[in-house]
């Protein structure tokens, strides 16, 4: 690695590791911060404990400061409203319509399977039989569910693409989606009971988007019901509660512990984890003062607040049981691994579900004699071939690889849609749709997750509801979370087929559960690992990360600069120094085309501070509009997990406007505050997905907790021609890359997926 003119080398190389990661508390989600950022990413799924602590606050609120929850707290600003992973999305509400469909059917005694199939209803009925005293909250756990029948008929006989449309207009500007209308008289009457408990009157607003418009009387009678609230931390709702009940609560009160019991899930859910073991919750239950938390967890059991899963089998094998009868006891070796106790929570349990249900449905459902061989030999590479030969036999293909891979999907919709079938790439950004309609060489064939779904982009949907298309790729899977695969893939029809695609190196999603990753865990569907290397010193660089090894790479070009700094102070000034002169000087790389990385949005080198020195030198203003000034890079974030990069180009009585990539987007005044920061500085999770000409991963002293080898691999590979790393870790960041992989998520979609019957899945 090398230095600018004028500026000192460093090493890359690895040396003796040393212990520089905080490991996350026994429930598996770590306390927050007081450096939320009410527009972060959301991306408490991550490795870096400053990203995660942040997720909370960052994607849905601020956390409350109350320096008294007895006395009164203090004023702060008011939390955005708590939304759903793209609740924007029609099709997602259609996905919430029916998950409270099947809550709603907990009100009456149902049988195992019936109103509903597989594990849903296996866990419902068992719910209902606690509730009736039959037997034990313990006795019930998840059973394998059975193939459904097809949900959707099979696309018709696949026709012709059709042809460029006219030119057509420049798109319209989208509005930010608004927040829910909430009635004058609910927030009077929380905002009393909020004042009455000695909370912000600034959280009503949130109280009611978060319990409804019977919210006041929600938290008049169980004021715990304030740990729904984003931000709100249980210290905060107990001194809430004592305002409200005096002598009348305790810490074993059962409205507490229940609401602890949903509050340690939903905390989980931020790190990524859509179940948790139930041992990590009694722990956490044990932290808040409860005296017996097996006896909580049960009621919140009883109660619906969590639904109770088993991993393993509950049956013992009948040569064991023979065995026993003969008197026998079971080898040591034979011995049966002890049952693993899952707590979740049922949105997250349904959608898993749901997804496990509908992959095995696209891959049973696909028609295998598609004969793409013609297409297959004319592949630009090898990996390409291998990838169209794979999905002309499957429904459902999972193809993993690094930046240079993204050709192959490429190349196979090309491929398919030459062949007549109405073939589209889906990526998270608009950035990556326009790297993908690039390789195609068809803007068509390239959209958004976002615009898909909706409607705004893409094929549209026909007569029965589900996506117009034979074929979907979508690009960076590790980014979708459990509740947007759910969506996706309930919307594709029987026949359709469906690949993955992405790098298993980079972070997760910003959302609980790791699809893809659990996809290739099951292998339950052919797998197509790219061969083609990521080219130049970068790729090299980024492709020794991925393995564990940080090594010093050639650069002869200045592709990769070291810049050594003491303190987070020299980290900031070397950092403006980079993006306004060097960079530009040395690359003829423009600033607004440098992105800055870094692993936190608090600290002395985190977003905040990067963004306010950046501003200062390359856009100075008033910050006229809300902060902000025409020409301002800023990043907005329409729902949590989704950060959408933009430049600010003016503001009136309709909102901010913004140019989102190409798309002009206007944000509410109202939502400006809680929805759109500065980007100049980014998250490696606000990032992942995106790439820019140059990046500057800016690593200060107080970063060395949050890094981990996703987040530098992440990291890393966002700049395509140039990339300098601000470095003040010292041997952080090779230990890191050595010793600290992926911080693991507990999930119930492998072992659901392993469950299904498909007959064609990989051996």
């Not at 099709?91 to 019936?114: T, V």
């Not at 005293?133 to 459904?148: C, Y």
Request: charged share 20%.
């Amino acid at each position: 690695m090398t230095a600018l003119p004028g500026e000192t080398p460093g090493t890359g190389g690895t040396d003796t590791p040393q212990d520089a990661v905080s490991p996350p508390d026994e429930a598996g989600a770590q306390e927050p911060t007081a450096d939320a950022d009410p527009a972060s990413d959301g991306a408490g799924a991550g490795d870096s404990p400053s990203d995660a602590a942040e997720a909370e606050a960052g994607a849905e609120g601020e956390a409350v400061d109350a320096a008294s929850t007895e006395a009164g707290a203090a004023e702060a600003s008011p939390a955005p409203e708590l939304s759903e992973a793209q609740a924007e999305l029609a099709a997602q509400r259609e996905l919430r319509e029916r998950i409270e469909q099947r809550k709603a059917a907990k009100a009456a005694p149902i049988a195992a399977g019936a109103g509903l199939s597989g594990t849903a209803a296996d866990l419902l009925a068992a719910v209902r039989a606690v509730e009736s005293g039959e037997k034990a909250g313990s006795a019930f756990f998840g059973q394998p569910a059975a193939p459904q029948a097809p949900r959707r008929p099979a696309p018709a006989a696949a026709a012709p693409p059709p042809r460029t449309p006219a030119p057509q207009a420049a798109p319209a500007p989208q509005a930010a989606p608004a927040p829910q209308t909430v009635s004058p008289e609910a927030l009077d009457a929380v905002r009393a009971v909020l004042v009455a408990g000695g909370a912000p009157e600034s959280l009503a607003r949130p109280a009611v988007g978060a319990l409804g418009e019977q919210a006041a009387e929600l938290l008049r009678t169980d004021p715990w019901q304030l740990l729904a609230v984003p931000g709100v931390r249980p210290e905060q709702a107990d001194g809430f509660a004592r305002a409200l009940l005096g002598a009348d609560c305790g810490p074993d009160d059962g409205r507490r512990t229940a609401a602890l019991v949903g509050w340690v899930l939903e905390r989980a859910a931020l790190q990524g984890h859509t179940a948790l073991d139930a041992e990590a919750v009694r722990a956490a239950l044990a932290e808040r003062a409860v005296s017996d938390p097996d006896a909580a967890v049960r009621e919140a059991v009883e109660e619906g607040v969590a639904l109770l899963f088993q991993e393993g089998e509950d049956e013992e094998p009948e040569e064991d049981e023979a065995a026993e009868e003969g008197g026998l006891a079971p080898d040591a070796d034979t011995a049966r691994e002890p049952v693993r106790i899952l707590l979740g929570l049922d949105r997250y349990a349904l959608a898993e579900e749901s997804l496990a249900d509908g992959l095995a449905r696209l891959v049973n459902a696909c028609e295998k004699a598609a004969d793409w061989a013609e297409a297959a030999a004319a592949a630009p590479s090898p990996s390409a071939a291998e990838l169209i030969r794979t999905t002309a036999a499957a429904g459902l293909v999972a193809h993993s690889g690094g930046e240079a891979a993204r050709a192959e999907p490429a190349a196979l919709i090309a491929a398919a849609r030459g062949l007549g079938l109405r073939a589209f790439g889906a990526a998270h950004s608009e950035d990556g749709r326009r790297r993908l309609a690039a390789a195609t060489g068809d803007p068509d064939t390239a959209v958004t997750l976002a615009g898909l779904l909706s409607g705004a982009q893409g094929p549209g949907r026909d007569e029965d509801g589900a996506l117009a298309l034979d074929l979907l790729v979508v690009l960076d899977a590790p980014q979708l979370d459990v509740e947007s695969a759910a969506v996706l893939v309930e919307a594709l029809a029987d026949g359709s087929r469906l690949v993955l695609s992405g790098d298993p190196g980079v972070l997760g999603s910003a959302g609980a559960g790791r699809v893809f990753a659990d996809v290739l865990a099951a292998r339950t569907c052919p797998q197509v690992v790219s061969r083609t290397p990521d080219p130049g010193p970068i790729g090299e660089l980024v492709s020794g990360i991925g393995i564990g090894e940080l090594n010093q790479v050639d650069a002869p070009g200045k592709e990769v600069v070291i810049v050594p700094v003491r303190d987070a102070g020299e980290a900031v000034h070397r950092t403006v120094q980079l993006v306004a002169d060097s960079v530009p000087r040395a690359f003829s790389i423009p600033a607004d085309e440098t992105q800055v990385i870094t692993v936190g949005h608090g600290g002395a080198a985190g977003t905040r501070v990067l963004n306010e020195a950046l501003k200062q030198r390359l856009n100075p203003g008033p910050g006229r509009f809300g902060g902000f000034d025409p020409g301002d890079r800023v990043v907005h974030v329409p729902a949590p997990g989704r950060a959408v990069p933009g430049v600010v180009r003016s503001a009136d009585a309709e909102g901010l406007h913004l140019d989102c990539g190409g798309v002009p987007v206007v944000v509410p005044q109202e939502r400006v505050e809680s929805s759109v920061r500065h980007g100049w500085a980014l998250s490696a999770h606000q990032a992942a997905g995106m790439r820019w000409p140059a990046a500057v991963v800016v690593l200060p002293g107080d970063a060395a907790a949050g890094l981990s080898r996703p987040w530098v691999y992440t990291a890393f590979g966002r700049g395509e021609r140039h990339l300098s790393v601000v470095h003040g870790v010292d041997q952080a960041l090779p230990h890191a890359v050595a010793e600290v992989p992926a911080q693991e998520r507990t999930t119930r979609l492998r072992p659901l997926l392993e469950a299904l019957p498909t007959p064609d899945a990989a051996s």
